[in-house]
């Protein structure tokens, strides 16, 4: 079964890369310059398959960069393609002038999805807890997904907001980097992150892609360097102060239940990471106070939030479930194409309040 959704699947991507590339051919043509037809649909489907292809070799990387942009044209060519077939079947309209406006309209939105990408907001949000305890700030970030295109400079970026932020404590939930840690190493990405300061440190979970990349001991250690502690399926006191459960990502079929990582005493505030935000109930039951996860990147480009709110209960923002505070972030970084459309990239900066002193 899963052999043959897989197969169904190569055969839409392939059949819609077709008709955005014969919609392409069939405005160049109108241009009169579309030459070399076996180097044009060569080269279509390359880079149509650029985000596989590019991780098979280094020298290959420009070629991963274009497959990553491609998926930005895939999910909005496909149906700039139908109306601009539809105006010039149905309207005065020609294919040179239809072709035009498809590619101004991809211009445009690629602007303004690039900029959403690359430009974080800082948003904040106010909480009280009913536990004894120092009010504190907390400075919540996910899916940063280092790497190519989430680089270090993004990254710079991010740890310039956080300490403008003053934060006692920063949580970073899952999809640190995009699968392979080696670049956020090679780059010298932990130099960055070890100029985050906070009061109580800087604690993190394992989201999906690190388990794609499957270098999790090294990524670990990475984090290590870089003064980040990646909580695996672990519960920690912090100076007494707060106790925070880091849990492993759904990706591993292994991870523990959360029942089997809830503090014995609930006297602490209790703060539970978990990359997807699948169930908030389970947490929220057990007395869980502040409970933070990622993952959905608030579908990235429109209109995919209808999907990921769909899927999950709470897929962005913040919701108070019984007791608990929920909050899931759209992220900091992106995941293919550095567009966002419809989301932006962000941090969060939390102001917990405790009210029974």
């Known amino acids: 079964m899963k052999a043959l959704l897989g197969i169904m699947a190569i055969a839409v991507y392939g059949g819609i890369t077709y008709y955005i590339g014969w919609n392409l051919k069939t405005w160049m043509q109108s241009l009169d310059i579309y030459r070399w037809p076996l180097v044009f649909w060569l080269l279509l489907f390359v ?5 596989i292809i590019g ?3 280094p020298l290959l990387t420009p070629v991963y960069v274009l497959g990553n942009y491609w998926m930005f044209v895939f999910q909005y060519g496909i149906a700039l393609c139908i109306i601009a077939n539809l105006l010039v079947k149905f309207t005065p309209l020609t294919t040179k002038f239809a072709g035009a406006g498809v590619l101004v309209t991809l211009v445009m939105l690629l602007a303004v999805g690039t900029y959403n990408a690359y430009s974080p907001v800082v948003r904040e949000l106010a909480i009280q807890i009913n536990k004894p305890g120092e009010d504190m700030r907390i400075v919540v970030a996910s899916d940063l997904h280092l790497g190519i295109l989430s680089n270090k400079r993004h990254l710079q970026n991010f740890v310039d907001l956080s300490n403008i932020a003053k934060p006692d404590l ?11 840690p080696m670049r956020f190493i090679n780059k010298g990405m932990g130099d960055v992150m070890k100029q985050l300061t906070t009061t109580y440190g800087v604690y993190g979970v394992l989201g999906n892609h ?3 990349g499957g270098e999790i001991p090294r990524l670990k250690q990475a984090m290590l360097d870089a003064n980040v502690q990646i909580l695996m399926d672990e519960t920690i006191s912090v100076e007494n102060r707060f106790i925070i459960t880091g849990r492993e990502d ?3 079929k292994n991870r523990l239940p959360l029942q089997a990582l809830a503090p014995e005493s609930k006297d602490l505030p209790w703060i539970v990471m978990d990359h997807t935000p699948e169930d908030i109930q389970t947490p929220a039951t057990l007395g869980a106070d502040f409970h933070l996860s990622g993952h959905t990147h608030k579908g990235q480009m429109w209109p995919n939030h209808l999907i990921t709110q769909k899927i999950f209960e709470l897929d962005y923002g913040y919701n108070l479930k019984e007791a608990m ?5 759209s992220g900091f970084g992106f995941w293919g194409p ?3 459309i419809g989301s932006r990239s962000e941090l969060w900066v939390v102001d917990v309040q405790f009210t029974n002193i």
């Open 325 to 329: 505070h929920a909050l899931v972030s």
């Open 47 to 51: 880079i149509s398959l650029g985000f």
């Open 210 to 212: 690190e388990y794609y």
């Open 170 to 180: 920063v949580l970073l939930a899952g999809d640190l980097i995009d699968d392979d």
């Open 338 to 340: 550095p567009t966002r």
């Open 250 to 252: 759904r990706t591993n």
């Open 55 to 57: 991780k098979l070799h």
